[in-house]
């Protein structure tokens, strides 16, 4: 998950933080999670964002209709592109107040341009996790923690039952985390909010493996908690 284009170097690709979000339509482990177990065809290929048999035709087919929904407006004339998604991440989080370092970091761009950069540990969490939080919107970065009076929810339930494509993928330890998320979306009642939080086949699946589990869909296991990211001196 730590590699791409940009990098050449090991320590160009650095750990990095992961929050969700109290907005579910920009909470990236809500909707990375989605991502994956929706697509069934990922434990047979060796890249989680793409595949170079589609060819770049179908990626512009994709594109085309994502930029052209009307939850995307244009704030300003010219075309949308992969170029615009780093730009528009980029200067959202400096006009939240976001140093230009904090997201050079978490935007994996070189930062190496003085010597005391070799000198550096490359695994910042604090910068990294002001830089992420400040992408999670303005309702803020959270976590999903589970119901201690839930008992039916085990980690093998979570990465066999409710994010089993991830585990394939990735491991277990990934699908135990991104299967919260899920677990708290379809578990979330009508109404809460006025948009569908994940697909209704993806959501009747993980409610029937619920209830078969011993758990009742009028509660909810999984708990959303805001976070406020501060440094410890580590």
């Known amino acids: 998950m ?40 990922l434990p047979g290929s060796e890249y989680v964002f793409g595949n170079p048999a589609a060819g770049h035709r179908v990626i512009r087919r994709f594109l085309q209709d994502v930029f052209s929904s009307d939850d995307f407006q244009a704030q300003r004339s010219g075309n949308l592109g992969t170029h615009s998604l780093r730009k528009g991440a980029a200067t959202y989080s400096s006009r939240c107040g976001v140093q230009k370092d904090y997201i050079n970091r978490r935007g994996r761009w070189r930062t190496r341009k003085a010597i005391v950069d070799t000198y550096i540990d490359n695994t910042q969490p604090y910068p990294d996790a002001v830089a992420a939080g400040s ?44 299967a919260l998320p899920l677990l708290w979306a379809a578990l979330t009642p009508p109404g ?6 994940i697909p209704n086949r993806l959501k009747e699946r993980i409610v029937q493996q619920y209830i078969e589990a011993g758990g009742d869909r009028l509660v909810n296991p999984v708990n959303r908690v805001g976070v406020y990211i501060v440094g410890d001196g580590a």
Request: aromatic letters at 8%.
């Open 2 to 41: 730590r590699w791409s284009k940009n990098i050449s170097e090991e320590r160009d690709a650095p750990e990095q933080v992961m929050l969700g979000s109290l907005d579910p339509r920009v909470c990236a482990l809500l909707n990375f999670a989605v991502y994956m177990e929706m697509s069934p065809q």
């Open 135 to 178: 992408l999670t919107g303005p309702l803020g970065p959270c976590f999903y923690l589970l119901r201690k009076v839930v008992q039916c929810v085990s980690t093998e339930f979570l990465s066999d039952k409710v994010d089993h494509i991830t585990k394939q993928v990735l491991g277990s330890e990934v699908a135990k985390t991104m």
């Open 192 to 197: 809460g909010f006025d948009y569908k939080l």
